[in-house]
Structure formats: structure tokens, C-alpha cells
């Protein structure tokens, strides 16, 4: 079992920076593939990023490359996701979810089996 806990989100400015952490618990944290998702009422849930548990292979969604970035600090059994430039487009609720041997299915959510209770962002124009 892993629990996952999401902080950092709120109120910004179109342009502005915000950093969200997922703080995990629970067993071999290392060995899961994280990631970030997000989700606007009403649509579908929508990958962001994605960190193999060998933290060495990152990936992004097209919407985001290039002003996001996701890492993790093992020995705080925490992932990050540094978000740049946000636009109002980046507004939703952002959740972390872990999974076991996920690869290069990152963007499915259906192969993560562990979810936090999700942050509030909302990019104001």
C-alpha cells in the first residue's frame, strides 16, 4: 500500500510559477513509476507527467513540455512538479498517482493503482 498526499496548489496569475508536492507513505516508494495528472470538471482525466522509478526517465504531456518539470527526492519520498509559465488552460485539480512496472504506459491512468485526494491550481487571466 502507498498513500499519496498532494500540497502546493492555488490561486496564480497567467505567467506566474507554482511547485507541487506529493509526499508518499507506505512501502518501496522507489520502486513505483509517478506521476501527475489533472482534471477539470466535467472532462476526462488528462496525463501531465510521468517519472520512472529509476528517476531517471521523465515524460510530458505535449500541452506542457517545456514548462513543466517533474523530479523526486527519494529520501523525502516526495515527487515534485515545477510548473512554469502557467496559462489559465493549466486551471483543474491536480492529482499524484503511483504504480508498479507502469513504462511505457505513463499516460494511462488505469495502470496506476495508487491516487492522492488531488490540489486545486487555478491560473486566473
Known amino acids: 500500500q502507498v498513500q499519496l498526499a498532494e500540497s502546493g496548489g492555488g490561486l496564480v496569475q497567467d505567467g506566474d510559477s507554482l511547485r507541487l508536492s506529493c509526499a508518499a507513505s507506505?512501502?518501496?516508494?522507489?520502486?513505483?513509476?509517478m506521476a501527475w495528472f489533472r482534471q477539470v470538471p466535467g472532462k476526462e482525466r488528462e496525463f501531465v507527467a510521468a517519472?520512472?522509478?529509476?528517476?531517471?526517465?521523465?515524460l510530458y504531456a505535449n500541452s506542457v513540455k517545456g514548462r513543466f518539470s517533474i523530479f523526486k527526492d527519494i529520501g523525502q519520498n516526495t515527487i515534485y512538479l515545477q510548473m512554469n509559465s502557467l496559462k489559465p488552460d493549466d486551471t483543474a485539480i491536480y492529482y499524484c498517482?503511483?504504480?508498479?512496472?507502469?513504462?511505457?504506459?505513463?499516460?494511462?491512468?488505469?495502470?496506476?493503482?495508487?491516487w492522492g485526494q488531488g490540489t486545486q491550481v487555478t491560473v486566473s487571466s
Open positions: 507506505g512501502r518501496a516508494f522507489s520502486t513505483y513509476d
Open positions: 498517482a503511483a504504480g508498479l512496472d507502469v513504462g511505457y504506459d505513463y499516460a494511462l491512468d488505469r495502470r496506476y493503482s495508487y
Open positions: 517519472i520512472w522509478q529509476n528517476k531517471y526517465n521523465t
